[in-house]
């Protein structure tokens, strides 16, 4: 039964990553057609990441309220409504209005679910997890440029997620006699009577602030690579929008093969390690971008920063309960998903001005900016958490 359940948040977090690319490969199709700039995609980034930020923030009163499974049920059936909004839309006030319901959608099931497997799981789970997602993100851009190719619109891209989220909804509905059964118990290890922790709490402890400031680098530089990257190709390499929007996959297709990859490794190395490797190979892809030899460094350069990516972002979590404990682990995550959706929701768009105002071309510049950041927080990380 523990293996089904561990089967059921797989599906689970490929249903989180299956809308997460599609803003981006679709985007080069929509602004035009909507007659708005292209650093607007920035904006429905904010929003969406905005409504993450506040259902993370909500995940643990959530998930004591409704447990695990209700909230994951509830989660993606509300990303699936918001999918299907999209594809009904026509205008840029519909996209931002669908996109609260789109990142409500994610915020608190992401944390209960990487929380739960932290405490109860190896690190090698945690990795295939999050493969899990990378599927999703690496489905969503092939779907929206089969769309594309063959001739229909991006609204019916967005229409045939919304459908594949529909269906995941139906299977985590049939699954909640199982979450009730296995995930009740599991949440009852690590709920206990002390209070829960204030933000004020959690900022006193050793490395909190560090690990914060992390996870707003990591998924600002996941975020940014990810939206920008088709928009790269198109204004930067001469690509067709439609081509443009398929090569995108190439970076989420780069983590979901790092993260499985990254399962086995783990078996060697440990989290620490694993991180440095992934920064490590972040720095190389990026520097390929920035050499001039076209579309053809662009998409080395791409997967190779995907299977950076791969590790970082699972292992900073599983590292977590090593870090500040079991006990702190629930609130620590929680906090850590709020801060890694405040990246997402401040430096997409931020990039988006530099490329409207300044020039596309600085994206491989502002992605090792951000690769910098991390690298030297994670360092501090260690040293204060050491034990």
Same mark, same amino acid.
């Given at each position: !039964?523990?293996?089904?359940?561990?089967?059921?948040?797989?599906?689970?977090?490929?249903?989180?990553?299956?809308p997460?690319?599609?803003?981006g490969?679709?985007?080069p199709?929509?602004y035009? $057609?909507?007659?708005?700039? #292209?650093?607007?995609?920035? !904006?429905?980034?904010?929003?969406?990441?905005?409504?993450?930020?506040?259902?993370?923030?909500?995940?643990?009163?959530l998930?004591?309220?409704?447990?695990?499974?209700?909230?994951?049920?509830?989660?993606?059936?509300?990303?699936?409504?918001?999918?299907?909004?999209?594809s009904?839309?026509?205008?840029?006030?519909?996209?931002?209005?669908?996109?609260?319901?789109?990142g409500?959608?994610?915020?608190?099931?992401?944390?209960?679910? @990487? =929380?739960?497997?932290?405490l109860?799981?190896?690190?090698? %789970? /945690?990795?295939?997890?999050h493969?899990?997602?990378?599927?999703?993100?690496?489905?969503?851009?092939?779907i /929206?440029?089969y769309?594309?190719?063959?001739?229909?619109?991006?609204?019916?891209?967005?229409?045939?997620i919304a459908?594949?989220?529909?269906?995941?909804?139906?299977?985590?509905?049939?699954?909640?006699?199982?979450w009730?059964?296995?995930?009740a118990?599991?949440?009852?290890?690590?709920? @206990?009577?002390?209070?829960?922790?204030?933000? %004020?709490?959690?900022?006193?402890?050793?490395?909190?602030?560090?690990?914060?400031?992390?996870?707003?680098?990591?998924?600002?530089? $996941?975020?940014?690579?990810?939206?920008?990257?088709?928009?790269?190709?198109?204004?930067? =390499?001469?690509l067709?929008? $439609?081509?443009?929007?398929?090569l995108?996959?190439?970076?989420?297709?780069?983590?979901?093969?790092?993260?499985?990859?990254?399962?086995? #490794?783990?078996?060697?190395? =440990?989290?620490?390690?694993?991180? %440095?490797?992934?920064?490590?190979?972040?720095?190389?892809?990026i520097?390929?971008?920035?050499?001039?030899?076209?579309?053809?460094?662009?998409?080395?350069?791409?997967? +190779?920063?995907g299977?950076g990516?791969?590790? #970082?972002?699972?292992?900073?979590?599983?590292?977590?309960?090593?870090?500040?404990?079991?006990?702190?682990?629930?609130?620590?995550?929680g #906090?850590? !998903?709020?801060?890694?959706?405040?990246?997402?929701?401040?430096?997409?768009?931020?990039?988006?001005?530099i490329? =409207?105002?300044?020039?596309?071309?600085?994206?491989?510049?502002?992605? +090792?900016?951000?690769?910098?950041?991390?690298?030297?927080? %994670? $360092?501090?990380?260690?040293?204060k958490?050491?034990?």
């Amino acid at each position: !039964m523990t293996h089904l359940l561990l089967l059921i948040i797989y599906i689970s977090f490929i249903s989180l990553g299956l809308p997460d690319s599609l803003l981006g490969s679709a985007w080069p199709s929509i602004y035009p $057609e909507l007659a708005v700039p #292209v650093s607007y995609a920035g !904006m429905i980034s904010m929003i969406i990441a905005a409504g993450t930020i506040i259902s993370s923030l909500q995940s643990d009163r959530l998930t004591r309220k409704l447990g695990s499974g209700k909230v994951t049920a509830i989660s993606v059936a509300t990303t699936a409504l918001a999918l299907f909004g999209f594809s009904i839309s026509h205008s840029f006030w519909q996209l931002c209005l669908w996109a609260i319901p789109y990142g409500l959608g994610a915020g608190s099931v992401d944390a209960s679910l @990487n =929380n739960y497997v932290a405490l109860h799981f190896a690190s090698r %789970h /945690m990795s295939w997890l999050h493969c899990m997602w990378g599927v999703g993100a690496s489905v969503g851009p092939y779907i /929206m440029g089969y769309a594309l190719t063959g001739g229909q619109s991006w609204q019916m891209g967005y229409r045939c997620i919304a459908v594949l989220q529909i269906f995941l909804t139906v299977i985590l509905i049939f699954s909640l006699p199982l979450w009730k059964n296995r995930l009740a118990a599991a949440d009852g290890d690590t709920d @206990n009577s002390s209070k829960p922790l204030s933000l %004020h709490e959690i900022f006193l402890i050793p490395g909190a602030k560090e690990v914060l400031i992390t996870f707003f680098g990591y998924c600002a530089l $996941e975020q940014t690579a990810g939206l920008w990257a088709s928009s790269y190709m198109v204004m930067k =390499n001469g690509l067709t929008t $439609e081509k443009a929007a398929s090569l995108a996959s190439l970076f989420f297709i780069g983590i979901t093969i790092g993260r499985a990859i990254s399962g086995f #490794v783990t078996m060697k190395l =440990n989290d620490t390690q694993m991180i %440095h490797l992934g920064l490590a190979i972040i720095f190389i892809g990026i520097v390929i971008i920035l050499l001039p030899f076209g579309t053809g460094s662009t998409m080395t350069g791409l997967i +190779l920063i995907g299977l950076g990516c791969a590790p #970082v972002y699972p292992c900073i979590i599983h590292s977590t309960p090593d870090h500040f404990g079991a006990d702190r682990s629930q609130a620590l995550i929680g #906090v850590q !998903m709020a801060s890694a959706y405040i990246g997402v929701l401040l430096m997409p768009p931020l990039f988006g001005l530099i490329a =409207n105002h300044i020039s596309i071309g600085l994206y491989p510049v502002y992605l +090792l900016t951000i690769l910098l950041c991390m690298a030297v927080m %994670h $360092e501090r990380l260690i040293r204060k958490t050491a034990h």
